[in-house]
């Protein structure tokens, strides 16, 4: 059963905006100024940026597939089901442990109102979010958008009220540990832009994804960015060190330093506010990972069950609920350092994911949003990302290894009996050696993918294109050659003689030419008989010479009917001259690379289609 649809612009945004601002903001600072002193602003500036190369090429993947799971689905489809297991397992984790960490910094502020155990308090939460977004994604979203609306108003008063109040003199040293801590705290706070992670893993819950998703993700990043740089100098600039390092509530003491107690505790409604959406975004984006997991049978197959009644992923939620509940006995600084490096490793596989996709020449591969200055921006991305997971030290790379290690041993005793998927990078070797190694599988999943995303509904002229005949020429042609080779291939088809065929569409030429564009012809005709419809096919890369006067074709339509389909005859001719007029279809007809693409290239274009017909 598939996923519900009804996520539009401002419960994307919403949730994004809302998974980033949290505990990144609210408890965050106060530790990663321990780390870096002022010079923290320039560390959340650069994960910012880095941030942006990772949302660039996620958006690209989340257009091209809008499947739940995300980079599971990404990477699996692009690199092997091995690297997709241990992807989608990875951020399952660490969405998880992200949440957790929203539930552990509100429980926090919980204690400075009623005194309970935090983790009474953060199970309590988390089994009440659980329990929302069992209900539908729809209504956990549109919990998501007050609370982050009200959040944003409480954000704007801080940074209005802030800003006069800034000391220079606690900016001072601004960089005590140099730019190598200012590095490390890059990576540190870098959990703090994991909430654009969480659109991708609802992408197939969302309308009109091509459209929505990449405005979200950018209009997300942009305010969140922003906030992230002008809160953090803000609270620098009104709390010396001695009172900033290491607090675990550093916004709502920089708000009692400007606006007193009531600064504090509207502050520490923001902050409670922002837990919230945190805690609430991350258990619904973590469960789509397992959901992904078990659809392909990577995982036990129940956590890929959609429940009918509410038409959401019940056994992964209940899951995922689990291991965020087990996750609030961890160290707190724990959870922030196994997070940051799994968005980190995130982050580096959505970069490579697209290079691959890219460079595999898959014919069925278009994303509705194409990442600006590939292959730059990616590789800027890898080698920035790895670089600053370097300055972090051994420990984030043994963090990587134990759970790629164990998402590994999940594949491998589990997964592996799983007839495996194509991915892209056997079809960037295709394009090397080993052409043996493709069947089109991962094309025809692609095919089947943008029909859900743009909403594609089969009707009788796209069931024709189907079973039609295909001839992919090679050389030039002359047209008694060409309507020679067609008629004998379709006069099967249509019930008549070979010869005869050939007759008519010669006649039909001399009549008055079919070459309606340069390159493009669509030669048809009536035939005697009853029921009879067939289409054909034609590529010639070099040429067909229909006439003196006209150029050569390199696309052609033969259309060949009985009378008493005249109205299937013009339906085709109609729907035919709507698939040439797209802006791409030359380029797509010429790069295709097999029959199967050449039907594709017409199934995939753009025009109206009437369901029944």
């Known amino acids: 059963m598939r ?34 002193g002022p010079a923290v602003i320039v560390s959340y500036l650069l994960a910012g940026l880095l941030a942006a190369t990772g949302l660039l090429s996620m958006a690209e993947l989340t257009t091209a597939m809008p499947k739940a799971g995300a980079d599971y689905f990404f990477v699996s489809r692009s690199m092997g089901a091995a690297a997709g297991t241990i992807a989608g397992l990875l951020t399952w984790f660490s969405l998880s442990l992200k949440s957790a960490f929203a539930l552990v910094g509100l429980a926090a502020f919980a204690q400075l109102v009623v005194p309970i155990d935090p983790r009474l308090v953060g199970g309590a939460f988390c089994v009440f979010f ?148 945190t805690a609430n975004g991350g258990i619904m984006a973590a469960s789509r990972y397992l959901l992904a997991l078990g659809r392909d049978g990577l995982v036990p197959q129940p956590l890929g069950r959609v429940g009918a009644r509410f038409q959401t992923p019940h056994v992964s939620l209940l899951v995922t609920g689990g291991l965020v509940a087990a996750a609030l006995l961890v160290r707190l600084d724990a959870l922030v350092q196994a997070a940051s490096v799994v968005f980190l490793m995130t982050y580096v596989l959505a970069n490579a994911a697209v290079i691959v996709l890219r460079e595999s020449g898959l014919h069925n591969y278009r994303p509705k949003f194409r990442a600006p200055g590939y292959p730059w921006v990616q590789v800027i991305g890898l080698v920035g990302i790895l670089f600053v997971m370097l300055e972090m030290g051994e420990g984030s790379f043994a963090t990587v290894a134990a759970l790629v290690f164990a998402g590994f041993c999940v594949y491998w005793f589990y997964g592996r009996s799983v007839p495996g998927k194509e991915s892209a990078l056997l079809h960037v070797i295709h394009r090397i050696a080993a052409k043996e190694l493709v069947t089109g599988s991962l094309d025809a999943e692609l095919k089947d993918i943008i029909r859900e995303r743009d909403g594609i509904v ?136 097999s029959e199967q693409a050449l039907r594709d290239t017409v199934l995939l274009a753009n025009r109206r289609r009437v369901r029944g017909r």
Not at 541 to 567: K, M, N, Y
């Open 3 to 36: 996923l519900k649809k009804n996520l539009r612009f401002v419960h994307v945004f919403s949730i994004a905006t809302g998974a980033m601002i949290s505990s990144g903001v609210f408890v965050l600072p106060g530790l990663a100024h321990a780390r870096a």
């Open 130 to 277: 659980v329990g929302m977004n069992l209900l539908g994604a729809r209504e956990a979203a549109r919990l998501q958008v007050v609370l982050v609306c009200a959040l944003l108003a409480l954000m704007a008063a801080y940074v209005f009220r802030g800003l006069p109040a800034i000391e220079m003199a606690n900016l001072r040293p601004f960089a005590p540990g140099g730019l190598r801590a200012v590095l490390a705290t890059s990576g540190f706070v870098f959990v703090s832009y994991g909430g654009l992670l969480k659109v991708a893993s609802i992408a197939e819950e969302v309308e009109d994804p091509g459209r929505v998703i990449p405005r979200a993700m950018i209009a997300s990043l942009a305010v969140t960015g922003v906030a992230y740089v002008l809160i953090v100098l803000i609270t620098s600039g009104v709390l010396s060190s001695e009172l900033l390092d290491g607090s675990l509530t550093p916004i709502s003491d920089g708000a009692a330093a400007f606006m007193g107690a009531g600064g504090r505790m509207a502050l520490s409604i923001a902050a409670l506010l922002a837990f919230l959406t």
């Open 458 to 593: 089969r009707d009788r002229f796209d069931r024709l294109i189907e079973d039609c005949l295909v001839l992919d020429i090679e050389g030039t042609m002359s047209s008694e050659e060409f309507f020679d080779t067609v008629s004998s291939a379709l006069a099967p088809q249509v019930g008549v003689s070979a010869s005869a065929l050939a007759d008519a569409l010669r006649a039909r030429e001399r009549e008055s030419t079919t070459v309606l564009a340069p390159g493009l012809a669509i030669p048809h005709v009536v035939i005697d008989g009853e029921r009879a419809f067939g289409i054909l096919l034609a590529r010639s890369r070099e040429g067909i010479t229909l006439s003196e006067e006209s150029s050569p074709v390199h696309i052609a339509f033969v259309l060949v009917g009985s009378g008493d389909e005249r109205s299937l005859h013009l339906w085709a001719l109609s729907a035919i001259a709507q698939v040439v007029s797209g802006a791409d279809f030359s380029e797509r007809w010429m790069a295709a690379t």
